[in-house]
């Protein structure tokens, strides 16, 4: 009988660690927020979060375009070496 108890301690005490990291687990999480929603700071969160997002890719959007009219620049100035400013040379020093 005592053999019993002991087992049920044991098992109780094991089960109490267990049972703590699988209720903090992300899958329950999940399962809790879908059941009751999330918490409004975390949407809030999100909205921040996704507005700082939509900034940046315009700000990439733009450095794509002016990198784009950088390239077209150069490209028709290697092409057509005819074109290109007369180099201006500083006079030498002596004169």
Do not use: Y
Not at 1 to 24: H, N, R, Y
Not at 62 to 77: D, G, I, R
């Amino acid at each position: 009988m005592l053999w019993i108890v002991g087992f049920l301690i044991l098992l109780v005490a094991l089960l109490i660690p267990i049972l703590a990291i699988v209720l903090d687990s992300p899958a329950v999480r999940n399962l809790l927020e879908a059941r009751h929603g999330a918490p409004p700071g975390k949407l809030e969160d999100l909205t921040h979060k996704v507005s700082q997002l939509e900034d940046q890719v315009d700000e990439l959007g733009q450095a794509v375009e002016t990198l784009k009219e950088e390239s077209q620049f150069l490209h028709q100035l290697l092409e057509n070496p005819e074109q290109r400013p007369a180099s201006r040379r500083l006079p030498p020093s002596g004169a």
